[in-house]
């Protein structure tokens, strides 16, 4: 049976429209979606139309599918108004839900042939920074673009700005490594060796619900310390040593990481003075990051700290690194850049001060930057600990 509308009907379905495009308006996209769209934007302003992303966890960011190809070709393609393409050997597997169409392969097809096919002869193709020499030159040779430009940056600049998902994964990948130093102090004792102590932190990690390392952790006994990227090998503790741990672990995929200097037993007058200036840096530049502010001029509160305090010329690396997927992004704070910082951006701030022959402190956190500010993503104490 067929009913006739009334006025007053219509009106009412009107409104009952009206209310339900109110409670359901049209869903934003995806994030990976969203992704895509930041990266093409980012192409534009650069002059470019498409690109070949290789690095595996930029292909991750942009479709959620993470696969390492090893020598094997990886590619996804992008370009305005077709859903990415991602170019992958048969041997691997991309999830059912991944956000991109399946270009395969055999280990007997040539891979080049289909990111070729996919190219606007008539634009210039952007490039990853990862896209290794022997891809490179014979896609250069075969394929009819208009150019190959170095690209990477389109996707670099989006990488830096975290999504709201990005920033809880990397607020519980901290939790979970404050959490974690607590135990690694525990393994500390007199005899013990720096290989013995770092060989045990990947199980407590995984007990704590990480995937594993973030990167390869920095355990420091005494003079090694002043080495700011000593790999632990088999020097023992002894008493009034320095005990630096520089440790990260990767939880749902976002990487941790943090830097604490121990004392084990005893601190000199001179170990106290140095960490204290070491402290006294990483305040100053936590508490100056805000939008606007520049990296340079983070790097700079610090090394004015430091240098201050008689010790600047044994502050040898750059303040910081952004962080994310990749626990070293693109985007250093450092004394050479000077592009200010957004809301979005995580980074770490990890002064040192490198005594050869003697010691080293550093003491590292990441920030993560909000409109007004930041949130500091680590909670561990900073105070000065003298290890019984």
Do not use: W
């Not at 290989?195 to 932190?201: D, F, R, T």
């Not at 550093?362 to 000065?384: K, M, S």
């Amino acid at each position: 049976m067929t009913e006739r509308a009334t006025s007053a009907d219509s009106h009412a379905a009107a409104a009952d429209a009206a209310g339900l495009a109110a409670a359901d308006p049209t869903p934003s996209p995806t994030p990976c979606a969203a992704r895509v769209d930041t990266v093409l934007r980012n192409l534009k302003a650069a002059g470019l139309s498409q690109m070949v992303v290789c690095d595996p966890r930029s292909i991750q960011y942009l479709t959620g599918a993470y696969v390492e190809p090893g020598e094997r070709f990886l590619g996804l393609f992008v370009a305005p108004g077709q859903q990415p393409a991602l170019v992958l050997n048969e041997l691997f597997t991309a999830p059912a839900d991944a956000a991109c169409r399946i270009l395969s392969f055999k280990d007997t097809d040539d891979p080049l042939a289909l990111v070729a096919g996919l190219c606007d002869p008539e634009a210039p193709l952007g490039c990853d920074k990862n896209l290794p020499a022997r891809f490179l030159i014979p896609l250069m040779e075969r394929t009819a673009a208009a150019g190959f430009v170095l690209a990477s940056q389109a996707v670099d600049d989006a990488r830096a700005l975290k999504d709201a998902d990005e920033r809880k994964r990397m607020r519980a990948a901290s939790r979970t490594n404050d959490t974690a130093m607590a135990r690694f102090r525990e393994l500390v004792h007199e005899g013990v060796t720096e290989a013995e102590v770092a060989g045990q932190l990947e199980a407590l990690y995984r007990r704590l619900g990480a995937q594993g390392h973030s990167f390869t952790p920095i355990v420091s006994f005494g003079a090694n310390a002043a080495d700011p990227h000593h790999e632990p090998d088999d020097t023992p503790l002894r008493d009034g040593d320095v005990v630096l741990f520089d440790v990260g672990c990767r939880q749902d995929d976002y990487c941790a990481d943090m830097t604490r200097t121990f004392f084990f037993r005893s601190a000199s007058e001179k170990q106290r003075e140095v960490y204290e200036a070491v402290r006294r840096a990483n305040e100053a530049a936590r508490a100056l990051v805000a939008p606007g502010v520049r990296f340079c001029d983070l790097d700079a509160a610090a090394r004015t700290v430091i240098q201050e305090a008689g010790y600047g010329p044994y502050f040898t690396h750059r303040l910081g690194h952004q962080i994310g997927l990749d626990v070293h992004e693109p985007g250093d704070v450092s004394a050479v850049h000077d592009a200010p910082v957004q809301p979005g951006m995580t980074f770490s701030i990890e002064p040192g001060i490198y005594l050869p022959g003697e010691f080293g402190v550093r003491i590292e956190d990441l920030v993560l930057v909000t409109d007004e500010g930041c949130e500091v993503l680590n909670a561990y104490p900073r105070d000065l600990t003298v290890l019984e």
